[in-house]
C-alpha cells in the first residue's frame, strides 16, 4: 500500500534550518510528483513546494529563496531544504503525492511533521 513517512521536524530558532523527509513506499515513486504542503493552527493547508517527474521545481512565494526541494530516486525519498525559518513557518509540514488510480487522481498524505521556529 503507499505510504509517504515525514521526518526531520523539530524545534528550531528564528534563522536556523531543518530538513524534512519523505520516505515513499507503494508506487513508482520516480514517475510521480511530489509535494510539500504545510497546515499552521488555524490556516489552511498550504502547497510550499513541488518537484516533477523531471525534477523541475516551483515553491511558494512566502518561502520563495529559502526553500530547496529534491528528491532522490534511488531511495524513493524527496527532502525539504529550509533555511531562514521565520516564527511564521511554523506548521505541520505534511509529503502529498497523487496517484492515478481507478481512472481517478487518488491524494495520498504523510502524518506530518512539527516544525516549531522559535526563540
Known amino acids: 500500500q503507499v505510504q509517504l513517512v515525514e521526518s526531520g521536524g523539530g524545534l528550531v530558532q528564528p534563522g536556523g534550518s531543518l530538513r524534512l523527509s519523505c520516505a515513499a513506499s507503494?508506487?513508482?515513486?520516480?514517475?510521480?510528483?511530489m509535494r510539500w504542503y504545510r497546515q499552521a493552527p488555524g490556516k489552511e493547508r498550504e502547497l510550499v513546494a513541488s518537484?516533477?517527474?523531471?525534477?523541475?521545481?516551483n515553491y511558494a512565494d512566502s518561502m520563495k529563496g529559502r526553500l530547496t526541494i529534491y528528491r532522490d530516486n534511488d531511495k524513493n525519498t524527496v527532502y525539504l531544504q529550509m533555511n531562514s525559518l521565520e516564527p511564521e513557518d511554523t506548521a505541520v509540514y505534511y509529503c502529498?503525492?497523487?496517484?492515478?488510480?481507478?481512472?481517478?487522481?487518488?491524494?495520498?498524505w504523510g502524518q506530518g511533521t512539527q516544525v516549531t521556529v522559535s526563540s
Open positions: 507503494g508506487f513508482r515513486f520516480r514517475t510521480y510528483a
Open positions: 518537484i516533477s517527474v523531471a525534477s523541475v521545481t
Open positions: 502529498n503525492t497523487e496517484l492515478w488510480q481507478y481512472g481517478s487522481k487518488i491524494p495520498y
